[in-house]
């Protein structure tokens, strides 16, 4: 049957499916080792799994409140507090949905317009275009530099963000730090200067802060909001999935000032009424973590990452070694004339291991062309595997 333009809206045909999640279906066609999507094989802390099955024994089985179950709210904040020395009111400043995922699409729905332009590091995480597109607005994009370390020129950023003038002016930027899929971890100084842009040209800034404790040597990870005269106009996103390696709850929460909570409180509500309640009973386990866990998470990756590192240097590739989050780009270049795509392509039916192609993190793909992306959320022994597979490059 041909296709009959108008049986999708028009927003859908401006973006193309997940290439991430393509990557993984393709990875199990071909029984290759996915390194594509970042989620790991390793088990969840089990005192946490534990905290979930007794909640669903104890018949926490129907909705909790559309915004999220108060002791986990209370949780989430009671660790704020500890952590980042920042007081959070859960009963006002906190929403729980499903996954950081669901936390970004409610809070640029919730305070962008049809019409307004938003501001998007590039190389991005691919689900922050079409979010965009979905609120209707425009991205701008800011591009990280792969060949200065991912640094990003200011002159041009504020050059942006006036010729956006014209059109109404920028409303929000989305940053994300530790970045996907760089590994970059924004410096205090990179803070320091968006939070002066921010309140000098009136945007929000909304954060995606899901590899918060996944960070490197002698980097650290620091929340924009906290920054002097952020934590009106910013919007911090995180959640479970990365820290306790549950991707498949869906667990992810929004601090935000009380005006803008409720906005998002809404569009929440009737986008998916609310995350399971269950986990979010073992959420308050997780957020109740202190002591050497989070080090030890970071340290257990750093192994991977400079395992993963190594492997990829010596078969020629040329990597960024990631300052954070848990994913190498490389470039393929020094290896192959293919681009991104027939690279990957053939990385999975001939070798073996799925990456993403760099082009997916890109608004036009040929800036992405000679780039790819490795997850190393995965056990030693997965990963050495994808290392012999991959040796075969050099043959
Ligand atoms: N954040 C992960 C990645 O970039 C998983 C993405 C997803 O499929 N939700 O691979």
Same mark, same amino acid.
């Given at each position: 049957?041909?296709?009959?333009?108008?049986?999708?809206?028009?927003?859908?045909?401006?973006?193309?499916?997940?290439?991430?999640?393509?990557?993984?279906?393709?990875?199990?066609?071909?029984?290759?080792?996915?390194?594509?999507?970042?989620? %790991?094989?390793?088990?969840? %802390?089990?005192?946490?799994?534990?905290?979930?099955?007794?909640?669903?024994?104890?018949?926490?089985?129907?909705?909790?409140?559309?915004?999220?179950?108060?002791?986990?709210?209370?949780?989430?904040?009671?660790?704020?507090?500890?952590? &980042?020395?920042?007081?959070?009111?859960?009963?006002?400043? *906190?929403?729980?949905?499903?996954?950081?995922?669901?936390?970004?699409?409610?809070?640029?729905?919730?305070?962008?317009?049809?019409?307004?332009?938003?501001?998007?590091?590039? %190389?991005?995480?691919?689900? &922050?275009?079409?979010?965009?597109?979905?609120?209707?607005?425009?991205?701008? &994009?800011?591009?990280? !530099?792969?060949?200065? !370390?991912?640094?990003?020129?200011?002159?041009? #950023?504020?050059?942006?963000?006036? !010729?956006? +003038?014209?059109?109404?002016?920028?409303?929000?930027?989305?940053?994300?730090?530790?970045?996907?899929?760089?590994?970059?971890? /924004?410096? #205090?100084?990179?803070?320091?200067?968006?939070?002066?842009?921010?309140?000098?040209?009136?945007?929000?800034?909304?954060?995606?802060?899901?590899?918060?404790?996944?960070?490197?040597?002698?980097?650290?990870?620091?929340?924009?909001?906290? /920054?002097?005269?952020?934590?009106?106009?910013?919007?911090?996103?995180?959640?479970?999935?990365?820290?306790?390696?549950?991707?498949? =709850?869906?667990?992810?929460?929004?601090?935000?000032?009380?005006?803008?909570?409720?906005?998002?409180?809404?569009?929440?509500?009737?986008?998916?009424?609310?995350?399971?309640?269950?986990?979010?009973?073992?959420?308050?386990?997780?957020?109740?973590?202190?002591?050497?866990?989070?080090?030890?998470?970071?340290?257990?990756?750093? +192994?991977?990452?400079?395992? *993963?590192?190594?492997?990829?240097?010596?078969?020629?590739?040329?990597? =960024?070694?990631?300052?954070?989050?848990?994913?190498?780009?490389?470039?393929?270049?020094?290896?192959? !004339?293919?681009?991104?795509?027939?690279?990957?392509?053939? *990385?999975?039916?001939?070798?073996?291991?799925?990456?993403?192609?760099?082009?997916?993190?890109?608004?036009? %793909?040929?800036?992405?062309?000679?780039?790819?992306?490795?997850?190393?959320?995965?056990?030693?022994?997965?990963?050495?595997?994808?290392?012999?597979?991959?040796?075969?490059?050099?043959?």
């Amino acid at each position: 049957m041909p296709t009959v333009p108008n049986r999708i809206s028009q927003k859908v045909t401006h973006f193309t499916e997940s290439v991430i999640r393509e990557m993984t279906r393709l990875a199990f066609q071909h029984e290759a080792i996915n390194l594509a999507q970042g989620f %790991p094989n390793f088990p969840a %802390p089990e005192e946490i799994k534990k905290a979930a099955c007794q909640a669903i024994q104890d018949d926490i089985n129907q909705y909790a409140i559309t915004w999220g179950a108060p002791g986990f709210r209370r949780a989430i904040s009671d660790k704020y507090r500890e952590m &980042y020395d920042w007081e959070i009111d859960p009963e006002r400043e *906190l929403t729980v949905a499903c996954g950081s995922t669901e936390c970004m699409i409610s809070s640029i729905l919730a305070l962008v317009n049809p019409g307004d332009q938003v501001l998007v590091f590039e %190389p991005f995480y691919e689900n &922050y275009g079409p979010d965009a597109i979905i609120a209707g607005a425009s991205p701008v &994009y800011i591009s990280l !530099d792969a060949n200065r !370390d991912w640094t990003f020129d200011f002159q041009e #950023l504020e050059q942006k963000i006036q !010729d956006a +003038q014209s059109g109404g002016g920028i409303r929000a930027l989305i940053l994300n730090t530790p970045n996907n899929p760089t590994g970059k971890v /924004f410096s #205090l100084e990179e803070l320091g200067k968006l939070s002066e842009l921010a309140q000098a040209y009136d945007f929000y800034v909304i954060t995606d802060e899901i590899y918060e404790h996944i960070v490197y040597d002698d980097h650290k990870h620091y929340p924009i909001a906290l /920054f002097p005269g952020m934590k009106d106009r910013t919007i911090t996103i995180s959640g479970l999935s990365k820290t306790f390696s549950v991707t498949g =709850w869906r667990i992810g929460y929004i601090i935000a000032p009380e005006d803008l909570t409720d906005g998002i409180r809404k569009i929440h509500d009737f986008l998916t009424v609310g995350a399971a309640a269950p986990l979010q009973e073992a959420g308050v386990k997780a957020m109740q973590t202190r002591g050497q866990y989070y080090e030890k998470l970071a340290s257990e990756y750093r +192994q991977r990452r400079d395992y *993963l590192v190594d492997v990829l240097q010596d078969i020629g590739f040329k990597v =960024w070694i990631p300052a954070g989050a848990y994913y190498i780009m490389v470039e393929i270049s020094p290896l192959t !004339d293919l681009d991104d795509v027939q690279f990957v392509d053939q *990385l999975i039916k001939n070798y073996g291991v799925a990456a993403v192609p760099g082009s997916s993190f890109y608004h036009r %793909p040929e800036l992405g062309r000679r780039f790819i992306r490795f997850a190393f959320c995965k056990t030693q022994e997965v990963l050495r595997e994808a290392a012999e597979r991959l040796q075969r490059l050099r043959d």
